[in-house]
């Protein structure tokens, strides 16, 4: 081999690695914290007048704990207040699991964004604790969250202005009851449903129900390869990753790719905060 060879060969090895480092310093630093706040309508059949050009915003998966910046949260939370939210709602993963997590979701919930009208969540999966399997940790979370303003609907509807709110309880934590609350409300009545995992758009249960469901629970997969569907991702139906779904029964899934993590990287995939302008369908 010449010389000049390994000079060339050396030089692009050397540039490679830089490379190499410079996105993964950039996933890691970078775009877990490189929030983005998505403008988009939610067009809703018979919306009262009173609610048209009205804004909800949501949030999800902020997973406040170990693995999240409690700094990043904060500022999260403080971008969420200067949208001016008539509504707020969180749509699961309040937290990730830690030995003090009731006391840490105390402290940063009691800073969180309220809507003028309402604020309101769901659980996830991780809320309920190591395997989804603890309904008694995730009754711990209530108290705080109440406290900081946040009403958990736990498979319940609540009236926001002539909207119906449903909030349905997490799949995986095998708390997912849709037709305790389905089956009994005013299909004729405009109304939005939050439930954590978009796999739950596919089960049995909906009733005659008809509009959107707002969803988390995916990350948008959190990394991407451009044109590559991403590699992992925690949902059965592996379109499920990010976006606007048509799911059929004349009802849409919008599924946020969240603002927190459970893992510190994040590729081609940005946090995101919703903001949909209510609108008439």
């Not at 939005?192 to 758009?201: G, Y």
Request: proline share 6%; charged share 20%; glycine share 10%.
């Amino acid at each position: 081999m010449t010389t000049g060879r390994r000079g060339f060969l050396k030089r692009g090895a050397v540039w490679l690695g830089a490379c190499s480092a410079s996105v993964g310093l950039y996933t890691w630093q970078v775009e877990p914290h490189w929030l983005e706040v998505v403008e988009r309508e939610l067009p809703i059949a018979h919306l009262p007048g009173s609610l048209v050009g009205r804004r909800l915003v949501q949030l999800s998966d902020l997973h406040v704990g170990l693995q999240v910046d409690d700094d990043y949260v904060l500022h999260v939370f403080d971008v969420v207040r200067g949208l001016a939210a008539d509504i707020v709602v969180f749509t699961g993963d309040f937290t990730s699991y830690h030995a003090d997590v009731a006391r840490h979701a105390k402290r940063i919930y009691a800073r969180a964004p309220r809507g003028r009208l309402a604020t309101l969540g769901i659980f996830g999966n991780h809320d309920y604790g190591p395997g989804w399997r603890h309904p008694e940790l995730a009754a711990e979370l209530l108290p705080p969250l109440e406290a900081a303003g946040i009403r958990v609907l736990r498979n319940e509807v609540v009236d926001v202005a002539g909207l119906d709110v449903v909030g349905l309880d997490d799949w995986w934590a095998r708390q997912f009851r849709p037709m305790d609350v389905l089956a009994y409300r005013n299909a004729a009545k405009p109304g939005i449903v939050l439930s954590h995992n978009p796999d739950t758009a596919d089960l049995a249960g909906w009733a005659n129900y008809e509009g959107w469901i707002l969803s988390g629970h995916t990350h948008g997969g959190q990394c991407k390869a451009p044109f590559l569907p991403p590699p992992l991702l925690p949902v059965r139906n592996r379109r499920y990753t990010r976006g606007e779904f048509d799911v059929g029964g004349n009802r849409r899934l919008y599924i946020s790719r969240g603002v927190g993590h459970t893992l510190q990287v994040r590729f081609n995939v940005r946090p995101e905060v919703t903001a949909f302008t209510l609108t008439q369908a």
